[in-house]
């Protein structure tokens, strides 16, 4: 939830819920929880409770009443639901399945950085510029930079988001395979470019080639801008 942009706040174990449910001889059954989190997204509040993949199949089968498969192949506790609403909220179980294992090991690996490393403004600016000039600059290649620059510099300000890498791609510590970019949107584009045709002023299309951080346009050309449609 650190990473989330969609997160504005988040409190652990923050309240005690009452949930009645059947148990899987028909009794009734009432058990006080306590969910994990209570969390105010951009879109709404509610209780979330985050367990491991395995131990939900397993309480599927011993608490049939309480934890069940969704529509979309997701997990959900009706009588955790039930309990959230009266209080105007909602409630919502996650699953270890839904957290890209690499993109946990990028969080784990940069966690030290976050926390405790200082970037100095000078530093972060120099970082900045190069990044800017050149989106998808490999880490390697930023380290060979002038003046030099700390790999603990870089990787706090991924970990503060003030760079961008893809934390589904190569690890941190491969630093050739790394790409560097000063956000999502400009890191999502570049990729667009590489993998894209050029139209020649005479309207033929060429095979894919690598480009540079400044685009030729020809007329009359389409393009997104903004997300409006333009030529």
Known sequence: MEYDVQVLEYFDQ???????????????GVASH???????????????????????????????????????GGWRCPPGEEAAARLGLSYHVHSSATLPPTSIRHLIFLEDDLFTHRVSPDTAAQILEAVSATPG????????????????????????????????????????????SPDQTTAEAHVLLLASPCNAPDGTRSAPVAVSHLVALHTPAPLLWDGRRWT
């Open 14 to 28: 923050p309240h005690t819920l009452s949930l009645t449910y059947q148990s899987p001889s028909r009794r009734t």
């Open 34 to 72: 306590t969910p994990d989190f209570l969390v105010l997204r951009q879109d709404g509040v509610g209780f979330e409770e985050w367990q491991q993949e395995e131990r939900l199949r397993v309480l599927a089968v011993s608490h049939p009443g309480r934890y069940q498969r969704d529509a979309s």
């Open 137 to 180: 600059i490999s880490l390697a290649a930023l380290l060979r930079t002038s003046p030099p620059i700390g790999v603990d510099a870089v990787y706090a300000l991924i970990a503060r988001g003030g760079l961008y890498v893809d934390r589904l791609a190569s690890p941190l510590k491969e630093h050739p395979q790394v790409r560097l």
